[in-house]
């Protein structure tokens, strides 16, 4: 779900706001995994405010509906007051507040109900910017016997696609810190940064083990990934999606 430079002459500027950290954290993961967002975050209305204030304007503002001092709502018009094109988002679990001193929303307003899925922020961030939701997101493979190392783990690489990947791992990591990883690929080793973007707790019910031990999958974007890193990528996306392909 990308943004080309087609699409864009520069990078959409967009300001997160959420009293909640880690959901500030994951927009703004989210959008960092397209060239076409460069996000700035803000804690709450006041702090968004300032940031506007020194740091803008923006394009797109996504904010939470039901914050303390100042509702998003009211974030959104005071805003816009200075910049009347700017673009709006709700992301809320009180989508019926927003409708308590209005009939319909504002012209380039939207909102999301929480919790949020990427896909979801992401089309929703395109509608609003471009009109239109671009092509699917990059095709995402599994590569046998693929490994990663970071630290002293040596882990299994679950699937791969040219804006990041997949592991499992046994302990939980924070959204939104970065690592540097060793991709071990069948035919070359990659070295990259990554910044997490999600990190889940498996669900083990079913499981035929007695007493199955605890994973996270933990979902991960690449940062700054270099022409070479990147043709190795796409070359090894492209013969495993072609070895797997059926034949006639």
């Given amino acids: ?22 959901i500030r954290e994951f ?40 914050m303390p001092q100042m509702r998003g709502d009211e974030l959104a018009r005071r805003l816009r007051h200075t910049h009347p ?8 679990g009180y989508s019926n507040r927003l409708f308590e ?8 307003e939207a909102f999301l109900e929480k919790p949020v899925g990427v896909q979801g922020l992401l089309e929703a961030a395109a509608l609003l ?20 190392r970071f630290d002293d783990c040596l882990v299994t690489l679950d699937s791969l696609s040219v804006n990041g990947g997949r592991i499992h ?39 035929n083990a007695i007493a199955a031990p605890v994973s996270f999958s933990v979902a991960f974007a690449f940062v700054d990934l270099s022409p070479k890193a990147r043709h190795v990528l796409h070359r090894v996306i492209r013969d495993t999606t072609a070895a797997s392909a059926p034949t006639i």
């Fill in 1 to 22: 779900m990308a943004l080309t430079t087609a699409e864009t002459t520069r990078a959409f500027r967009v300001l997160a706001v959420d009293d909640e950290a880690g």
């Fill in 101 to 108: 001193k209005r009939p319909v929303l504002w012209e380039d």
């Fill in 27 to 66: 927009v703004a993961c989210a959008l960092r995994q397209q060239p076409a967002y460069e996000v700035r975050v803000a804690a709450d209305g006041v702090e968004a405010l300032q940031v506007a204030e020194t740091q803008g304007p923006f394009d797109l503002l996504v904010t939470d509906m039901m």
């Fill in 169 to 207: 791992v046994v302990a939980g990591v924070q959204v939104g810190s970065t690592w540097p990883l060793v991709l071990e690929l069948p035919s070359d080793t990659v070295r990259v940064t990554v910044r997490v973007v999600s990190c889940e707790r498996r669900d083990t019910t079913g499981s």
């Fill in 129 to 148: 910017l471009v009109g239109r939701v671009p092509p699917p997101r990059a095709v995402r493979v599994r590569i046998p016997a693929a490994r990663v």
């Fill in 85 to 92: 094109d700017l673009k709006i988002l709700y992301l809320t």
